[in-house]
C-alpha cells in the first residue's frame, strides 16, 4: 500500500503533468497532438486554441484537461460552453461521462454527475450552452483556480465574449479554445490572428491524426478538392479562403483593394449610386458610387434623418452626375426615395425583399444583388482600402432554403453573431440591382496631369 508521502508525491506530479494524470488515471495515452494540447494547458494563465479537422480527439482532449485540473486542484472551477446543447452534452459532456468510467473506482468515487455539473468536493465542471439569447453563458465565474472550455468556439456568438471578456482576461485564468475553423470573424478567428502574441496556437490534422481513418481525407478530397475550402477546415484544421457559410471571401474582397485601374479605363461604363439608409442607432447611412470596374465610398454617417440624407445624395449626385441611383427604399429608405425623385434624378427604390429577376435561384432581390456583386469581384475591380467595406464584404453568410433557392442571413442574424450590420456592401451591392446603360461623363473626374493616372492617385485626392 502507497505511503502518505507518496501519494502526496503522485499527486505533485498528476497536479503539474496532465499527460501522466491521463495514463495513471484514465488509463488513456494521448496522441501527440493531445499531449501538445495538455501540456499548453498545464503553464499557469494558459490560453490555449486549436484549431482542428474532424475526428481528431479535441473533444477528448478538452475533457481529459477538465478532469486533471478538478483532480489535482481544491476549489477549482472549469465553466464548459458550446454553441448548442448538443455540441455541449451529446459530444464534450458525453467525452466527460466516458473518461470518467475509465477511473479506478477509488478516483470515480470522488465525483458526482448530475445533467450540467461534475462535482469532485469543492471543486466542479459547469456546462452552460452558449446561445446567442444567453449571452452571460460564461459570466458570473469566479474561483483561485478557474479554466473555461469552449467548445467549437468558432461558433460561439461574439456578444457571449464580449460579456465574459473580464473573467477570460483574468491573469490566473486559463482558457481552452477548440473547434472547426469555419468562420472569418470572431473571438475564435482572432486569436490566430489579430490576438496571435497572447495565444498559444495548436492546429490538429487529420493528416496526423492516429484517430482519423486515412480514407477520409482521401473521400473529402475526391469529393471537393485539396484545394477547397471543405478540405481546408474538415481535413487540414485549417481557416478557409472563405468562411464555409461566407458568400464573399476574404481573398476576393483583398485583392480588389489590392487592385489599381487606369482611371480612364472605365470611361464607357454608366455610373451608379447605391444608397443604404439607416435610422438612429450604430447602423451607418451609406452612398457607394460604382463606375464599371472601380467603385468607392461617397460617404458613411450615422444619425441624420431622411431628409439630410436625401439632401446629402442630391449633392454628390450633383457632382457626380450618375446615370442612376439605386435606393433601398425598405422603411425609413422610403422617405429618401421621396425626397430624391423630386430633385429629378434617376432615382429607383428597391426593397431587398422583392422579387429577385432570376426567381429560381434567389428568394429575393438581396441575395441576387450580392451575388452579382461576387462575380464582379471575381473579375478583378479595384476597390479602395477600407477596412469597414471588407468586413462588410466578407460577413454575410448564406445558405439554401429548403426549396433549394440561396438567401443572405439577415441583419438581425448577424448582430446575433456580434457582427454590424453590413452599410457598406449592401451599398455596393445596390448598384447591381439592375442593367444601366451609359448616359453621363467619367465619374473619376478632374484627373491630375500626367501618363496613365491609376486609381489610387484619385483616390488620395479625394
Not at 222 to 250: C, H, Q, T, W
Not at 427 to 437: D, S
Request: charged content about 25%; aromatic content about 8%.
Amino acid at each position: 500500500m502507497a505511503s502518505r508521502d507518496d501519494i502526496i508525491q503522485a499527486l505533485t506530479e498528476y497536479r503539474n503533468d496532465p499527460v501522466l494524470w491521463c495514463r495513471d488515471i484514465i488509463k488513456l495515452e494521448p496522441t501527440a497532438q493531445q499531449k501538445e494540447f495538455l501540456t499548453a494547458l498545464a503553464q499557469p494563465g494558459a490560453r490555449v486554441a486549436v484549431r482542428s479537422g474532424h475526428g481528431t480527439g479535441k473533444s477528448t482532449a478538452l475533457a481529459a484537461g477538465g478532469l486533471w485540473f478538478v483532480s489535482t486542484r481544491k476549489d477549482a472551477l472549469v465553466p464548459c460552453t458550446a454553441p448548442t446543447a448538443h455540441q455541449l452534452q451529446d459530444v464534450l459532456w458525453r467525452e466527460y461521462r466516458r473518461l470518467l468510467n475509465r477511473m479506478n473506482d477509488f478516483w470515480r468515487g470522488q465525483f458526482s454527475v448530475n445533467a450540467d455539473r461534475i462535482t469532485r468536493g469543492s471543486s466542479m465542471v459547469v456546462g452552460r450552452t452558449a446561445r446567442p439569447e444567453n449571452p452571460d453563458a460564461l459570466q458570473g465565474f469566479h474561483a483561485p483556480e478557474i479554466l473555461f472550455e469552449i467548445e467549437e468556439a468558432a461558433g460561439v456568438a461574439e456578444p457571449i465574449f464580449e460579456v465574459a471578456r473580464g473573467a477570460l482576461s483574468t491573469p490566473s485564468a486559463r482558457v481552452a479554445l477548440a473547434g472547426n475553423p469555419t468562420r472569418l470573424t470572431g473571438y475564435f478567428h482572432n486569436a490566430f490572428h489579430g490576438a496571435r502574441d497572447t495565444w498559444t496556437r495548436l492546429q490538429f490534422s487529420c493528416l496526423d491524426s492516429p484517430l482519423v481513418d486515412p480514407s477520409y481525407a482521401t473521400d473529402i478530397a475526391a469529393e471537393y478538392g485539396e484545394d477547397s475550402d471543405m478540405y481546408r477546415v474538415r481535413v487540414l484544421g485549417d481557416f478557409p479562403k472563405a468562411g464555409l457559410y461566407n458568400l464573399i471571401s476574404l481573398d476576393l474582397v483583398e485583392r480588389a483593394m489590392a487592385t489599381t485601374l487606369p482611371l480612364h479605363s472605365q470611361d464607357h461604363a454608366p455610373i451608379i449610386i447605391g444608397v443604404d439608409p439607416a435610422w438612429l442607432g450604430t447602423d451607418r447611412s451609406v452612398a457607394v458610387l460604382r463606375q464599371g470596374m472601380l467603385a468607392r465610398v461617397l460617404f458613411a454617417v450615422r444619425g441624420v434623418d431622411t431628409v439630410k440624407l436625401a439632401d446629402l445624395v442630391a449633392r454628390r449626385a450633383e457632382q457626380e452626375r450618375p446615370d442612376a441611383i439605386f435606393v433601398d427604399q425598405t422603411g425609413v429608405g422610403a422617405g429618401v426615395y421621396d425626397q430624391l425623385r423630386r430633385t429629378g434624378q434617376n432615382v429607383v427604390g428597391i426593397a431587398f425583399s422583392q422579387s429577385p429577376i432570376d426567381t429560381d435561384r434567389f428568394v429575393n432581390k438581396r441575395i441576387e444583388m450580392w451575388w452579382n456583386m461576387k462575380e464582379w469581384l471575381e473579375q478583378g475591380p479595384a476597390l479602395e482600402q477600407n477596412n469597414d467595406l471588407r468586413d462588410d464584404l466578407i460577413g454575410p453568410e448564406y445558405f439554401h432554403t429548403n426549396t433549394g433557392k440561396m438567401q443572405l442571413e439577415s441583419k438581425d442574424d448577424m448582430r446575433k453573431r456580434g457582427l454590424a450590420s453590413p452599410d457598406l456592401g449592401d451599398a455596393l451591392a445596390l448598384t447591381f440591382a439592375r442593367p444601366v446603360h451609359k448616359r453621363q461623363e467619367s465619374a473619376f473626374r478632374d484627373m491630375p496631369p500626367g501618363p496613365e493616372p491609376r486609381f489610387y492617385d484619385w483616390m488620395e485626392r479625394h
